[in-house]
């Protein structure tokens, strides 16, 4: 068995494009044992789209490696990619991305069609995710347009569940809630850590971070520990400071 749930080595992207070459990530190295909660913090264009595009198998990095459980996604096919999302990885968004007409119960099963999972264990797949997130079952029958956004998240995470994934990805999963919905969500999130679920939030908000075990920062295509965080900011007031002080002496 892998160290390892997700383990990338100094992996970089290079976007083309005819304005010339974008350096979206810059030789990121990110280990995430079983279990852990992690969170990944940083402003917009800072790379962590790019950086949750290629954890989740839907994008290749420029060079570099990136295994999940040990398998190495470099140069699999998109065929099995494909494979590889349906049945190990687990995704949550900012906007839910259900399906607006469909019962939250055909939502939930939505990952499981493209798997070989028997029709006739989908549902009870879905209803065990779905008491796992609390959704109480008087709304299983219940179309996703007629929830409340902190339901809709809770559809969406057991969506993520259903499958039994080995790593849940959450892009801004609190971004479009209130704070009273935020804190529910989150403590859901930090009660499946201590399940044993991985996950991996990428998120701008400190608040969302505090719920997590680690906290790592992004910035230009690049991590940072929360020690080397505070060292750049410092560096940076430092420099604001002295800056302002020559312009006060002229």
């Not at 949750?52 to 570099?64: K, Q």
């Amino acid at each position: 068995m892998a160290k390892y749930v997700l383990d990338a080595q100094n992996v970089h992207r290079i976007y083309e494009s005819a304005a010339g070459y974008t350096a979206a990530l810059r030789g990121v190295t990110l280990q995430v044992p079983k279990g852990e909660f992690l969170c990944v913090m940083g402003p917009s264009g800072s790379g962590k789209s790019t950086l949750m595009n290629i954890l989740g198998g839907l994008d290749r990095p420029t060079s570099g490696t990136y295994k999940l459980e040990g398998l190495l996604m470099n140069d699999l096919t998109d065929d099995e990619l494909a494979e590889i999302r349906g049945q190990r990885l687990g995704f949550v968004f900012q906007r839910y991305n259900l399906l607006e007409r469909a019962t939250v119960m055909r939502n939930v099963m939505m990952p499981l069609i493209y798997t070989d999972v028997p029709k006739s264990e989908r549902e009870g797949r879905a209803y065990k995710a779905l008491r796992v997130v609390g959704l109480p079952e008087e709304y299983y029958d219940h179309r996703s347009n007629e929830l409340s956004g902190g339901q809709m998240q809770r559809v969406a995470i057991a969506r993520a569940l259903v499958n039994n994934p080995a790593l849940i990805l959450a892009d801004e999963p609190t971004g479009a809630l209130d704070s009273a919905t935020s804190e529910l969500v989150m403590n859901l999130f930090a009660n499946l850590a201590e399940q044993g679920k991985t996950i991996v939030i990428i998120t701008h908000d400190p608040e969302t971070c505090a719920w997590g075990d680690r906290t790592v920062h992004i910035r230009d295509g690049r991590l940072f520990s929360d020690e080397e965080e505070r060292a750049l900011v410092e560096a940076a007031l430092k420099s604001n400071a002295g800056v302002q002080a020559r312009r006060g002496n002229t």
